[in-house]
């Protein structure tokens, strides 16, 4: 994943969308389903960006289908000097079949307003402790980032819930303290959630940081992403860390490793650990080690006849309740990545880059559903993980 600047770090959908220059009138927007899965109401973006002067009022944007209106959030990017929008995010939610392709009309600076979205809506709610999603709730300080996830009953734990860094002398980091917050959408579709701030690391070295949270109004997942910018090259690792209580045990777990691997929590000190590495000093392939907490032995690895390359995603399942993950980028990148899991509900993504490098991410996706996830879930963590193809064209 490229390095990109903290002033442009936004957060989209898991959806591709390349940019196009309209003038007042229309432009078509082609989805695509490339990952053969069927998806249905999935959360889809497309970015478009207006010639000068084409669009003034962002309610005279408007999504078809044939002749029907699709329902429809638009945010404005940025504008011209002029004041005319420059730059619009628009998000919606598409039904598409297995490598599929719909067309879709964007209708600019029409004479027929959009109507607003009445059904489904995502509201956020601020307070001075926290910021209400539906039903979850984040912190203002992101050392303490997920407050809620009341589906059915709360299934947060007392755990690190938190992004963390580690440096070069071996010292963790959270990544909190003094921050701003930006509402970038405010929904009904697509709620979007911005922090920025610094952590202090020894010898006065500030590393600044962007956290980014979506949500959604169709599927009841969160992608987090933070973005670390590090010209020094102290950070050696970076992590999210999730608490999650799920009730009594057996607890099931699951990694996607090509055919699938799966076992079984019966108290608090169990745990599973899965282990990527990918580059060039260091052998391909993946790893499971299992056991108690600190002792834990190898149980699966890749071999021959089975793929080198693990995929990141998996579910950690109680009795009632479920979450499926999803870690983007897995393997990709030169470096060694590790999902842990544990019978105290922690679940912590790791990476730790191959060399030394001056910026950091690190974007995983997690899916609140009822247990068993086969059922509870509206989609699946490959689908969730795989964002759906979007092109403009004018």
């Given at each position: 994943?490229?390095?990109?600047?903290?002033?442009?770090?936004?957060?989209?959908?898991?959806?591709?969308?390349?940019?196009?220059?309209?003038?007042?009138?229309?432009?078509?927007?082609?989805?695509?389903?490339?990952?053969?899965?069927?998806?249905?109401?999935?959360p889809?973006?497309?970015?478009?960006?207006?010639?000068?002067?084409?669009?003034?009022?962002?309610?005279?944007?408007?999504?078809?289908?044939?002749?029907?209106e699709?329902?429809?959030?638009?945010?404005?990017?940025?504008?011209?000097?002029?004041?005319?929008?420059?730059?619009?995010?628009?998000?919606?939610?598409?039904?598409?079949?297995?490598?599929?392709?719909l067309?879709y009309?964007?209708?600019?600076?029409?004479?027929?307003?959009?109507?607003?979205v009445?059904?489904?809506?995502?509201?956020?709610?601020?307070?001075?402790?926290?910021?209400?999603?539906?039903?979850?709730?984040?912190?203002?300080?992101?050392?303490?980032?997920?407050?809620?996830?009341?589906?059915?009953?709360?299934?947060?734990?007392?755990?690190?819930?938190?992004?963390?860094?580690?440096?070069?002398?071996?010292?963790?980091?959270?990544?909190?303290?003094?921050v701003?917050?930006?509402?970038?959408?405010?929904?009904?579709?697509?709620?979007?959630?911005?922090?920025?701030?610094?952590?202090?690391?020894?010898?006065d070295y500030?590393?600044?940081?962007?956290?980014?949270?979506?949500?959604?109004?169709?599927?009841?997942?969160?992608?987090?992403?933070?973005?670390?910018?590090?010209?020094?090259?102290?950070?050696?690792?970076?992590?999210?860390?999730?608490?999650?209580?799920?009730?009594q045990?057996?607890?099931?777990?699951?990694?996607?490793?090509?055919?699938?691997?799966?076992?079984?929590?019966?108290?608090?000190?169990?745990?599973?650990?899965?282990?990527?590495?990918?580059?060039?000093?260091?052998?391909?392939?993946?790893?499971?080690?299992?056991?108690?907490?600190?002792?834990?032995?190898?149980?699966?690895?890749?071999?021959?006849?089975?793929?080198?390359?693990?995929?990141?995603?998996?579910?950690?399942?109680?009795?009632?309740?479920?979450?499926?993950?999803?870690?983007?980028e897995?393997?990709?990148?030169?470096?060694?990545?590790?999902?842990?899991?544990?019978?105290?509900?922690?679940?912590?993504?790791?990476?730790?880059?191959?060399?030394?490098?001056?910026?950091?991410?690190?974007?995983?996706?997690?899916?609140?559903?009822?247990s068993?996830?086969?059922?509870?879930?509206?989609?699946?963590?490959?689908a969730?993980?795989?964002?759906?193809?979007?092109?403009?064209?004018?």
């Amino acid at each position: 994943m490229r390095p990109i600047s903290l002033l442009t770090a936004i957060l989209a959908l898991p959806v591709t969308g390349i940019a196009a220059h309209a003038a007042p009138g229309t432009l078509a927007v082609v989805v695509r389903e490339t990952a053969g899965i069927r998806r249905g109401n999935f959360p889809t973006q497309a970015q478009v960006h207006l010639a000068r002067g084409a669009l003034q009022d962002i309610s005279k944007l408007r999504l078809l289908s044939g002749e029907d209106e699709v329902p429809m959030q638009a945010s404005i990017g940025s504008r011209w000097p002029d004041g005319s929008i420059r730059q619009v995010e628009l998000n919606f939610n598409t039904s598409i079949a297995p490598l599929g392709e719909l067309r879709y009309l964007v209708e600019v600076g029409g004479a027929v307003p959009a109507r607003p979205v009445s059904s489904e809506r995502l509201d956020l709610i601020e307070s001075s402790d926290g910021l209400q999603v539906g039903k979850l709730r984040f912190a203002r300080q992101p050392a303490a980032l997920l407050q809620s996830v009341a589906f059915g009953h709360e299934i947060v734990g007392d755990g690190l819930n938190a992004f963390s860094i580690v440096d070069a002398n071996g010292a963790t980091y959270l990544l909190g303290g003094d921050v701003a917050i930006e509402i970038v959408k405010p929904g009904p579709l697509a709620v979007q959630i911005r922090y920025t701030g610094a952590v202090q690391l020894p010898d006065d070295y500030a590393v600044p940081f962007v956290i980014t949270l979506e949500v959604p109004n169709s599927k009841s997942w969160v992608k987090y992403e933070a973005r670390i910018e590090d010209p020094r090259r102290r950070v050696r690792e970076v992590a999210f860390n999730t608490s999650f209580r799920l009730g009594q045990f057996p607890w099931v777990w699951d990694f996607g490793t090509g055919n699938g691997s799966y076992g079984a929590f019966r108290n608090a000190n169990d745990s599973a650990v899965l282990t990527q590495v990918f580059g060039s000093l260091q052998p391909i392939g993946w790893q499971i080690s299992t056991g108690p907490q600190g002792s834990e032995r190898l149980y699966e690895q890749a071999t021959a006849d089975r793929p080198a390359q693990a995929t990141g995603w998996g579910h950690l399942q109680g009795a009632a309740r479920a979450v499926a993950f999803a870690f983007e980028e897995f393997g990709r990148r030169p470096g060694k990545y590790s999902i842990a899991l544990d019978g105290n509900g922690q679940v912590v993504f790791r990476f730790t880059p191959e060399h030394p490098v001056t910026a950091h991410s690190i974007s995983v996706y997690e899916h609140y559903v009822a247990s068993p996830a086969a059922l509870g879930a509206a989609t699946s963590p490959v689908a969730m993980s795989s964002p759906l193809v979007v092109t403009l064209e004018p």
